[in-house]
């Protein structure tokens, strides 16, 4: 089973026995689309009974080609303009209540200020570069939908239960840390759509961003974070070999 691994990582780390429940099956029949930005209509990549079309795919990908990346050129607002004011209202007493946690110091950041008024707006920036109370706060807001649009990463789906109801991918390469990849990443989304997903593998990547805010909790140090990672714990059977490794090359590094 797909989740298997990630299930035992959670037993390892939690010392509990956890049951998974799933089907093999999507009970809600789903079409899914390709829009390509500047092209001239939809792709039906995939049709109700899960038939995955290639020849719909390789349609949108050489209009995409053609056409080149195009970002989102605007948003659809609401028949006031915007979120109503009850909703801003609801918005800025959320916002408020969870910078109240921060020093004062912390709340006059620019990286704060910077966010209510696109909230008040109804738009939302969720990213791994913005401050974990902010993430949080518009994590809280998209679930009580009173974010009606929000600019995401593709992270943002890992772990989160979200009520979307349209994704759009904005651009077809995405940068990985070393260089911009294109149409792997689009491959693997029709692989997920066909029931057929990729092994689990961790992309997780210790930074220097990542120690010094680790640094600044108590109890928590870089070890800990890579003892407990799921990364960690994929890489547990390559450990004696490592070790070997490590003996065998070590009288050669002391030498040199």
């Not at 009970?27 to 995955?52: D, K, R, T, W």
Request: glycine fraction near 8%.
């Amino acid at each position: 089973m797909q989740g298997s691994l990630q299930v035992n990582w959670v037993v390892y780390l939690h010392d509990q026995p956890v049951h998974v429940i799933y089907t093999d099956y999507r009970p809600v029949p789903l079409q899914h689309f390709i829009y390509p930005a500047g092209g001239s209509g939809l792709y039906e990549v995939v049709n109700m009974q899960g038939n995955f079309r290639e020849d719909k795919f390789t349609e949108a990908m050489n209009v995409l080609s053609q056409v080149g990346d195009a970002g989102l050129g605007g948003i659809t607002r609401g028949k006031k303009g915007g979120t109503a004011e009850d909703e801003k209202a609801k918005v800025k007493e959320i916002f408020v209540n969870a910078i109240s946690l921060l020093s004062e110091e912390d709340s006059k950041l620019p990286e704060i200020g910077r966010v209510l008024p696109l909230l008040l707006r109804g738009i939302g920036v969720h990213h791994s570069g913005l401050l974990p109370i902010v993430k949080e706060v518009i994590e809280i807001l998209f679930g009580e939908g009173l974010i009606k649009t929000l600019f995401a990463t593709e992270t943002f789906s890992m772990g989160l239960n979200m009520p979307a109801r349209t994704v759009l991918f904005t651009s077809a390469r995405k940068f990985d840390g070393k260089d911009y990849r294109f149409a792997s990443e689009i491959i693997l989304i029709c692989l997920h759509i066909c029931c057929a997903p990729d092994p689990l593998n961790s992309q997780f990547r210790l930074t220097y961003n990542m120690v010094l805010n680790l640094l600044r909790v108590e109890g928590i140090n870089p070890e800990y974070m890579l003892e407990s990672s799921f990364y960690q714990f994929q890489n547990y059977d390559a450990l004696p070999q490592l070790y070997e490794s490590l003996l065998y090359f070590s009288p050669i590094i002391y030498i040199l």
